[in-house]
């Protein structure tokens, strides 16, 4: 079951910029956004591992990956429980399927994840 949708990936030319979103699924719609220890974004591209390159904790502390600091920005909107990854001045490097994460510690912790949005960078 997909329990986080992505939306905004797709074809850009370098130097270029996307804004990747992701929202809890109907499924999952009951999640209260506060709760919520950890969010992240996540790639992998072709014959790699997957990496993590952004991550937004609940008292909005920011940390990225270093290829990506600088060019990409991660932020959240409660009310419409989602967040979102502003990716500018792409490079072909930046290709990849994009994946976000949610995860809860503890008693009534969960884990969830996308499904994936491609992003591809190539002229």
């Known amino acids: 079951q997909v329990q986080l949708v992505e939306s905004g990936g797709g074809l850009v030319q370098p130097g270029g910029s996307l804004r990747l979103s992701c929202a809890a699924s109907k499924i999952i719609a009951d999640i209260d956004f506060v709760d919520i220890d950890f969010m992240g974004w996540y790639r992998q591209a072709p014959g790699k591992e997957r990496e993590l390159i952004a991550t937004l904790s609940n008292s909005g502390t920011t940390n990225y990956e270093d290829s990506v600091k600088g060019r990409f920005t991660v932020s959240r909107d409660n009310a419409k429980n989602s967040i979102y990854l502003q990716m500018n001045s792409l490079k072909p490097e930046d290709t990849a399927v994009y994946y976000c994460?949610?995860?809860?510690?503890?008693?009534?912790?969960?884990?969830?994840w996308g499904q994936g949005t491609q992003v591809t960078v190539s002229s």
């Open positions: 994460r949610f995860k809860r510690m503890g008693k009534f912790g969960y884990d969830y």
